[in-house]
């Protein structure tokens, strides 16, 4: 089971910190990622990184403004967003995957979380 939280809203600019807590022995040894579905639009990444937090790709649209990071002592993974941007606003969902590597594609994530709502003003 996976619980988000962190979403809010932000002024253009401003930064959120979101977190996803997972319950279950086995965290430590699946790639995690963040999507975000905007509305009317479809799933995409924004962010994944490995079990062990020694790999992480992100969408070009979010390269060098946030950052994702985990913590497996408390089975947690966060997404650092920074330089919130209007086009950030989005539902954002943590997801998790059935080895250690993450994807790209939702398809290969079997355990998403409810979702968080990240709203940014313009």
């Known amino acids: 089971q996976l619980q988000a939280c962190g979403g809010g809203l932000v002024q253009r600019g401003g930064s959120l910190r979101l977190s996803c807590a997972a319950s279950g022995r086995s965290f430590s040894t699946l790639a995690m990622a963040w999507f975000r579905q905007a509305p009317g639009k479809e799933r995409d990444i924004a962010a994944a990184i490995n079990w062990s937090g020694s790999s992480t790709y992100y969408a070009d649209s979010v390269k060098g403004r946030f950052t994702i990071s985990r913590d497996n002592a408390k089975n947690t993974v966060y997404l650092q967003m920074n330089s919130l941007k209007p086009e950030d606003t989005a539902i954002y969902y943590c997801?998790?995957?059935?080895?250690?590597?993450?994807?790209?594609?939702?398809?290969?994530?079997?355990?998403w979380g409810q979702g968080t709502q990240v709203t940014v003003s313009s």
């Open positions: 997801a998790s995957t059935t080895g250690g590597d993450y994807y790209v594609p939702p398809r290969a994530y079997l355990y």
